[in-house]
């Protein structure tokens, strides 16, 4: 069983330096999602996609944050210049079309660490 | 906006004591409604999830949980828990439509003593 895929799963760095992960989701999904986790917190929702197409950001996601779905497969996540706050859980989940809410896949995620 | 209040961060139970974990929502509209569970050094797990219908759901593992529509409640139960349920539980609540993101609770982390 081929679940979602994220790339690397611990990433340090310093502050100021850019980062990218990757994420991989399960085949068949045409929907995913970034979410943040931080510590003694649950995921907080970061941007999703549909397909290609960016369908909607949230305001935690800074100018410095930038995601890209370029053939509607993988998912690439980059924070530019990171700050020290940046530092946390990043989680890429995937879900199939359908109505309402589908159950959302997630993989394990990937830890940054910023020194 | 959407929001999961999950009253108990940490639970501490024996080995076949019964499990009741709260999770209160905020939404104006049609929700769907989940709990997953992280186990230790893994990524979160779908437990159970409700769409529609019958209010009570039934999970993976003998979880179970009711949506109460007029307490906006969704609690996970379990009748007697084992050692391996030790794990933290997250509640999280998606619209019906429109956007699907998901909104968490903080989670409650269970530890089962044998």
């Known amino acids: 069983d081929t679940g979602v895929s994220q790339d690397p799963r611990h990433k340090i760095t310093k502050r100021g330096q850019n980062v990218t992960f990757r994420c991989d989701p399960i085949?068949?999904?045409?929907?995913l999602y970034w979410y943040r986790q931080t510590l003694g917190q649950g995921p907080e929702f970061l941007t999703y996609?549909?397909?290609?197409?960016?369908?909607?950001k949230s305001r935690l996601l800074s100018d410095r944050f930038s995601a890209e779905r370029p053939k509607g497969s993988f998912s690439t996540l980059e924070i530019q210049r990171t700050e020290q706050g940046d530092s946390a859980m990043y989680l890429c989940?995937?879900?199939?079309?359908?109505?309402?809410?589908?159950?959302?896949?997630f993989g394990d995620g990937t830890r940054l660490s910023i020194l | 906006a959407q929001s999961v209040s999950q009253h108990n961060h940490h639970v501490i139970l024996s080995e076949a004591a019964s499990l009741e974990l709260g999770c209160n929502y905020s939404?104006?509209?049609?929700?769907?409604l989940f709990w997953y569970v992280q186990y230790p050094g893994q990524h979160l797990q779908l437990l159970l999830k409700?769409?529609?219908?019958?209010?009570l759901v039934k999970g993976i593992k003998g979880f179970e949980a009711e949506f109460i529509k007029s307490k906006f409640s969704f609690n996970l139960r379990k009748p007697s828990v084992q050692w391996s349920d030790t794990a933290e539980y997250f509640c999280?609540?998606?619209?019906?439509?429109?956007?699907?993101?998901?909104?968490f609770g903080t989670g409650t982390r269970l530890t089962i003593i044998p």
């Open positions: 409700y769409f529609s219908g019958d209010p």
């Open positions: 939404y104006g509209g049609t929700v769907n």
């Open positions: 989940a995937s879900s199939s079309a359908g109505a309402g809410n589908q159950p959302q896949h």
């Open positions: 999280a609540v998606g619209a019906n439509f429109g956007n699907e993101k998901l909104t």
């Open positions: 996609f549909q397909n290609e197409a960016q369908l909607e």
């Open positions: 085949s068949e999904h045409n929907r």
